[in-house]
């Protein structure tokens, strides 16, 4: 048994280049359960589904002893939903239901596997059953360029509720991975093959080195037989009584502490004090409360260079927590300018001396930056995300200029701060902690007072790729946190257990 650090190093480590693949299921390997789920959930709650249609669709709900043609049969009725929609029409909702439904269950695991694989050089392919537009936003996120999918026909600009060929189940997905393979140079006796259920034992034998992920028991003991490896990523859980007893406790912590930081304001009028005891002492309590801890690496980069504009990758709600927890004091950030009118929550950003930024007005936008500016020049440090906007996944999204505009005429240096698993702990559209420790690694502060207007782009860029660079090559040996549990258990699998 080794952890999924050791398994994502012996893929880095391993062969390397476009001839190796390392084909992916979608739903219950890289997502917890189907996503089609959340698309029948969507249509009874909006009313598009009726009674009858339901218990005909429960009728033959996802099974696991079915062949290919049942398969099809089936899946020709779901396909009936979509009958005079256009294709444009169709990828919207499903891209729409990624970031409302689908996201919150992608497996960590798998998507740090994905990254190894990418950045060994290997051809990256999710192979699946589901149709192309329910896989388009997640192999966005993950930087997939490959979908081998069950396709839908087209006529005269609509779907008319008929397949494009047989679905992609059982060794009609094997044959696609083995036409895929032929046509794109690829080994696969050498390449990786990732599933979970009893169907995709065709699919996992045509590769090399098949992975059985949380697989379902026949396929358990399928690989068992074989000597295939086991892994087991983390089930995406609903939140537990405790975490949500943590999770009030951390807000009435830091609720408790903000009033107490302007009641003191309020008699000594010392707003720069009570905020950074704010600061300090509420997130300290209120993380306690939550079982969160936060492991630093780099800490004293903290403090090397004050005051200073620290960038972070903006992953949670628990980010107001980590950088008030790890800045400690003499700090102020940018906010989006509705934080201001939340009770208790927006006076105290008032005393801090926050900047609020109006998202819809690129102008009001600029101008709220420059307080930051002023704050800089006067010694505080500014905390903000150049992202703009929580993350759905653990991917890097594309930085804004604003960070940089203000440390530029500020004259303060940048100083990227790297969180790498806050959305594990809570997810961008999550209300709810989970203990767990939240990794964090400060990088060299960077001088930007040098940059002509005409790089900017590219200097950003560089910045933003930093931050990917990191989250992909963790310095292990100073780190305290280890990537969620992906135990490999059993099996050979080319000397990969």
């Known amino acids: 048994m080794v952890t999924d650090s050791s398994y994502i190093r012996q893929i880095k480590q391993g062969s390397t280049g476009p001839e190796i693949g ?24 909006s009313g598009e589904m009726g009674l009858g249609e339901l218990l005909e ?41 990624f970031y409302a439904r689908i996201a919150r269950r992608m497996f960590f695991e798998g998507y740090q596997i994905v990254r190894a694989h990418i950045a060994a050089g290997h051809t990256v392919v999710i192979a699946s059953s589901a149709t192309r537009y329910q896989i388009e936003p997640l192999a966005d996120e993950y930087g997939i360029n490959h979908i081998l999918s069950t396709r839908l026909q087209i006529r005269r600009g609509v779907f008319n509720g008929q397949l494009d060929g047989g ?20 080994d696969l006796g050498a390449s990786y093959g990732y599933a979970n ?23 358990r003991a399928r690989a068992v037989e074989e000597g295939w490896p086991v892994l087991e990523f983390a089930q995406r859980k609903r939140a537990s009584v405790k975490s949500i007893a943590g999770t009030i406790g951390a807000y009435s912590a830091m609720t408790a502490t903000m009033l107490a930081g302007m009641t003191y304001n309020r008699f000594y009028n010392e707003p720069r004090r009570a905020a950074d005891m704010v600061g300090a002492i509420g997130s300290e309590l209120g993380l306690a409360i939550a079982g969160i801890k936060v492991n630093i690496v780099n800490e004293h980069k903290l403090w090397e260079h004050r005051p200073a504009v620290f960038v972070l990758n903006h992953q949670s709600k628990l980010d ?7 800045i400690r004091r003499e700090l102020t950030g940018v906010v989006k300018k509705e934080a201001q009118n939340v009770p208790i929550i927006g006076p105290f950003l008032k005393m801090a001396e926050m900047s609020f930024l109006d998202r819809s007005n690129t102008q009001r936008a600029i101008e709220a930056l420059q307080p930051a500016v002023d704050r800089l020049k006067r010694g505080l440090s500014v905390a903000i995300s150049p992202e703009g906007t929580r993350s759905y996944t653990p991917k890097v999204g594309k930085f804004k200029k604003g960070a940089f505009h203000i440390a530029r005429q500020a004259g303060v240096p940048i100083v990227p701060v790297v969180i790498r698993n806050a959305g594990e702990l809570m997810w961008r559209e999550d209300q709810v902690m989970r203990a767990g420790t939240v990794d964090i690694c400060v990088l060299d502060a960077i001088d930007v007072s040098q940059w002509a207007d005409d790089e900017l782009d590219e200097r950003i860029a560089e910045v933003r790729q930093l931050f990917v660079d990191t989250l992909e090559n963790w310095p292990e040996a100073a780190a305290g946190y280890q990537p969620p549990v992906a135990q490999l258990v059993g099996g050979h699998g080319g000397g990969q257990s």
Request: glycine fraction near 6%.
């Open 22 to 45: 390392a084909f992916f299921d979608f739903d219950g390997t890289l997502i917890e359960g189907y996503s089609a789920a959340e698309f029948i959930k969507k249509r009874i709650l």
């Open 57 to 97: 669709t429960l009728k033959t709900p996802f099974r696991q002893d079915v062949d290919e043609e049942t398969f099809s049969e089936m899946f020709a009725d779901f396909a009936r939903c979509m009958i005079g929609q256009s294709e444009e029409e169709v990828r919207a909702q499903w891209w729409e239901l």
């Open 167 to 186: 679905a992609l189940w059982g060794e009609n997905k094997a044959a696609a991975v083995r036409e895929f393979a032929a046509a794109n140079n690829i």
């Open 197 to 219: 259920g009893v169907e995709d034992i065709a699919f996992l034998a045509a590769t090399g080195q098949p992975r059985a992920v949380n697989p379902h028991p026949h396929l």
């Open 320 to 326: 107001f927590f980590i950088f008030y927890n790890i």
